[in-house]
């Protein structure tokens, strides 16, 4: 046979091994797999990585349900109105702002400062509901009234300091707190003694006892100090009437007593600075700005090395607080105001009440921002006890024809001061001044000097000079007022709803919605889970011992000062109590 008729299958030589072709040629033949060493090798590897690879997997796949599961738990928690663990309570109160001071506010904002139209306040964008206002004795609630439903979640009289119809205390959220292991503060910028503060720490039947509520800020009252930190004005009502600035009644020295319960003591803006924003704080901390009340912000701008701003007390506030409960099992309740909104609405001063409003808005970004770096778990909640003013972006000048749908924010831009601070300066003009040629002649002068305006006419300046300062702060606002056709229904409060603010709509889901001004109130005390009825049983319980009585055990004067008479006013406003017209029943007090 030639060597190309060789058989197809003959084992050719090779320069390596020939054992594994063979193996080839044999398992060709028999059909029998070929048995490698390697294949097998890798087969077993193969398997072992698919093994590795499913544990793995199982791992990854227990791990994420552990991490949803956790997940779906922390919602829950967030939506839970009694959140576990240590967390912090801001509640801001703007005194007097309705819905129409933010269109006023923002539409101001955008032409002052060049802003397209689309641009927001911090507040707008936080909204989630509305609040009922109205008292137990009235549809136009007071803010003593409208404090108690927030401080003690009842609805009560117009005058009421968190005391009952009935005349009896309630307790009230910031003592149920302290109670609890919080610390507390208020900031607010009119007197701490005023009604909405003096609501979460005092029980009186009457507001204007301020004198009383000064004793009991200070823990002269059967609970003892409740408040931790307290920055604002009010002054006049600590210093004993020897004083000089003081406006008590008596001759009791509260700052001195303050400083003798072991508070630190701070008064003006070179003390307040001495703070460094609240790292300077050894608490218990009193601190007063102004005899009364702050000047409003349009004045305070021009005076900053007098007074501190209210977003600076709220920093200083809250520094103070959450270093103080750094490393204790509870956080803090603060209650911040912006007092003055609702002195702007009583003035009908619609420049000092869009300065008012943008200060409130920095207050409340400043909380937003701390809530977002803080590591405890918080909230914020803001919302007005009232509307003040009736206002309105709009108004007819001329009731005969129809009106013209126009508002002008730049004449609130024009304006410097507000009217208040215009009359301050009228009344001390007037000290020296008897010609009424000479009066009319300052005030024609004064209008454009503080106010912007440069064609006020002879009859507003006639009107002006003969009514004083004590009428100037509504006669000045009222030249502005028209000027931008700002309307306004009233010098005092009106029933209409106000808004509801929050940092986090699921923790404060339930107030999204309308409701009553006392469940806002309700949510304080679930969110903090305080108390609130306990405190209301201990002061009952331990207020009588603290009530003055004759040698017969009879009261001759309450803890809680004198009960009203019937129908006697408590808003200290000079209008009619109630409007019943001809042939009509009063609803509310049956006359």
Request: with cysteine; net charge negative.
């Given at each position: 046979?030639?060597?190309g008729?060789?058989?197809?299958?003959?084992?050719?030589?090779?320069e390596?091994?020939?054992?594994?072709v063979?193996?080839?040629?044999?398992?060709?033949?028999t059909?029998e797999?070929?048995?490698?060493k390697?294949?097998?090798?890798?087969?077993?590897w193969?398997?072992?990585?698919?093994?590795?690879?499913a544990?793995?997997?199982?791992?990854?796949?227990?791990?994420?349900?552990?991490?949803?599961?956790?997940?779906?738990?922390?919602?829950?928690?967030?939506?839970?109105?009694?959140?576990?663990g240590?967390?912090?309570?801001i509640?801001?109160?703007?005194?007097?702002?309705?819905?129409?001071?933010?269109s006023?506010?923002?539409?101001?904002?955008q032409?002052r400062?060049?802003?397209p139209?689309?641009?927001?306040?911090?507040?707008d964008?936080?909204?989630?509901?509305?609040?009922?206002?109205?008292?137990?004795?009235?549809?136009?609630?007071?803010?003593a009234?409208?404090?108690?439903?927030?401080?003690?979640?009842?609805?009560?009289?117009?005058?009421?300091?968190?005391?009952?119809?009935?005349?009896?205390p309630?307790?009230?959220?910031?003592?149920?707190?302290?109670?609890?292991g919080?610390?507390?503060?208020?900031?607010?910028?009119?007197?701490?003694t005023?009604?909405?503060?003096?609501?979460?720490?005092?029980?009186?039947?009457?507001?204007?006892?301020?004198?009383r509520?000064?004793?009991?800020?200070?823990?002269?009252?059967?609970?003892?100090?409740?408040?931790?930190?307290?920055?604002?004005?009010?002054?006049?009502?600590?210093?004993?009437?020897?004083?000089?600035?003081?406006?008590?009644?008596?001759?009791?020295?509260?700052?001195?007593?303050?400083?003798?319960?072991?508070f630190?003591?701070?008064?003006?803006?070179?003390?307040?600075?001495?703070?460094?924003?609240?790292?300077?704080?050894?608490?218990?901390?009193?601190?007063?700005?102004?005899?009364?009340?702050?000047?409003?912000?349009i004045?305070?701008?021009?005076?900053?090395?007098?007074?501190?701003s209210?977003?600076?007390?709220a920093?200083?506030a809250?520094?103070?607080?959450?270093?103080?409960?750094?490393?204790?099992?509870?956080?803090?309740?603060?209650?911040?105001?912006?007092?003055?909104?609702?002195?702007?609405?009583?003035?009908?001063?619609?420049?000092a009440?869009?300065?008012?409003?943008?200060a409130?808005?920095?207050?409340?970004?400043a909380?937003?921002?701390?809530?977002?770096?803080?590591?405890?778990q918080?909230?914020?909640?803001?919302?007005?006890?009232?509307?003040?003013?009736?206002?309105?972006?709009?108004?007819?000048?001329?009731p005969?024809?129809?009106?013209?749908?126009?508002?002008?924010?730049?004449?609130?831009?024009?304006a410097?001061?507000?009217?208040?601070y215009?009359?301050?300066?009228?009344?001390?003009?007037?000290?020296?001044?008897?010609n009424?040629?000479?009066?009319?002649?300052?005030v024609?002068?004064?209008?454009?000097?503080?106010?912007?305006?440069?064609?006020?006419?002879?009859?507003?300046?006639?009107?002006?000079?003969?009514?004083?300062?004590?009428?100037?702060?509504w006669?000045?606002?009222?030249?502005?007022?028209?000027r931008?056709?700002t309307?306004?229904?009233?010098h005092?409060?009106?029933?209409?709803?106000?808004?509801?603010?929050?940092?986090?709509?699921?923790?404060?889901?339930?107030?999204?919605?309308?409701?009553?001004?006392?469940?806002v109130?309700e949510?304080?005390?679930?969110?903090?889970?305080?108390?609130?009825?306990?405190?209301?049983?201990?002061?009952?319980a331990?207020?009588?011992?603290?009530?003055?009585?004759?040698?017969?055990?009879?009261?001759v004067?309450?803890?809680?000062?004198?009960?009203?008479?019937?129908?006697?006013?408590?808003?200290?406003q000079?209008h009619?109590?109630?409007?019943?017209?001809?042939?009509k029943?009063?609803?509310?007090?049956?006359?």
């Open positions: 046979m030639s060597r008729d060789a058989p197809l299958l003959v084992a050719r030589p090779s390596g091994s020939n054992e594994p063979a193996a080839e040629e044999d398992a060709l033949l059909g797999p070929q048995q490698d390697k294949s097998s090798s890798l087969r077993t193969g398997v072992a990585g698919l093994s590795i690879w544990v793995l997997s199982t791992i990854v796949l227990v791990v994420l349900a552990v991490l949803y599961h956790q997940a779906r738990v922390d919602n829950e928690k967030d939506d839970s109105p009694h959140p576990k240590k967390r912090n309570l509640f801001m109160v703007s005194d007097g702002m309705g819905p129409t001071s933010l006023l506010t923002r539409s101001f904002r032409f400062d060049g802003l139209i689309s641009d927001a306040l911090v507040l964008s936080h909204v989630i509901g509305n609040s009922r206002t109205r008292s137990s004795s009235s549809l136009v609630t007071d803010s009234a409208g404090a108690t439903a927030f401080s003690c979640g009842k609805k009560s009289y117009n005058g009421a300091i968190s005391m009952l119809p009935d005349h009896t309630c307790g009230t959220v910031m003592e149920a707190a302290k109670k609890a919080y610390m507390t503060g208020l900031v607010v910028t009119t007197r701490i005023d009604a909405t503060p003096a609501c979460f720490a005092a029980h009186v039947n009457m507001r204007m006892e301020e004198d509520i000064a004793e009991q800020l200070l823990g002269d009252y059967p609970l003892g100090q409740t408040v931790d930190l307290m920055l604002g004005g009010g002054r006049c009502h600590f210093l004993p009437n020897t004083t000089s600035g003081s406006c008590r009644a008596d001759d009791k020295d509260m700052i001195g007593r303050a400083k003798d319960k072991g630190q003591y701070v008064h003006g803006k070179s003390d307040f600075d001495g703070l460094k924003l609240g790292s300077a704080v050894n608490l218990p901390l009193l601190g007063f700005f102004a005899d009364e009340d702050i000047p409003y912000e004045d305070r701008r021009h005076q900053e090395d007098v007074y501190p209210l977003v600076d007390m920093k200083t809250i520094k103070a607080l959450s270093d103080a409960t750094r490393d204790s099992e509870q956080g803090f309740f603060l209650m911040i105001e912006g007092s003055r909104i609702d002195h702007a609405g009583h003035a009908n001063d619609p420049a009440q869009v300065h008012e409003v943008l409130y808005d920095k207050a409340f970004a909380v937003l921002e701390f809530l977002e770096d803080s590591d405890t918080g909230v914020v909640v803001s919302t007005s006890d009232h509307e003040t003013g009736g206002l309105a972006t709009s108004r007819q000048l001329n005969f024809t129809y009106p013209e749908y126009l508002w002008y924010p730049e004449i609130l831009a024009n410097s001061y507000s009217s208040e215009v009359s301050q300066r009228f009344g001390e003009v007037l000290e020296k001044m008897q009424p040629n000479e009066i009319q002649d300052w024609r002068q004064a209008i454009p000097k503080y106010l912007g305006v440069y064609d006020a006419t002879d009859a507003e300046i006639e009107l002006i000079a003969s009514k004083g300062p004590v009428f100037a702060p006669t000045f606002a009222d030249v502005i007022s028209r931008s056709q309307g306004w229904s009233s005092g409060h009106s029933a209409a709803d106000v808004n509801i603010f929050t940092s986090d709509p699921k923790v404060a889901k339930a107030l999204v919605g309308n409701h009553e001004n006392t469940e109130g949510f304080l005390a679930n969110y903090l889970d305080v108390d609130v009825d306990a405190i209301t049983a201990e002061l009952r331990k207020g009588t011992s603290w009530d003055e009585k004759d040698e017969q055990g009879n009261v004067k309450s803890w809680m000062g004198a009960v009203p008479h019937t129908g006697e006013r408590l808003d200290w000079a009619l109590q109630h409007y019943t017209g001809v042939n029943r009063c609803e509310l007090c049956g006359h």
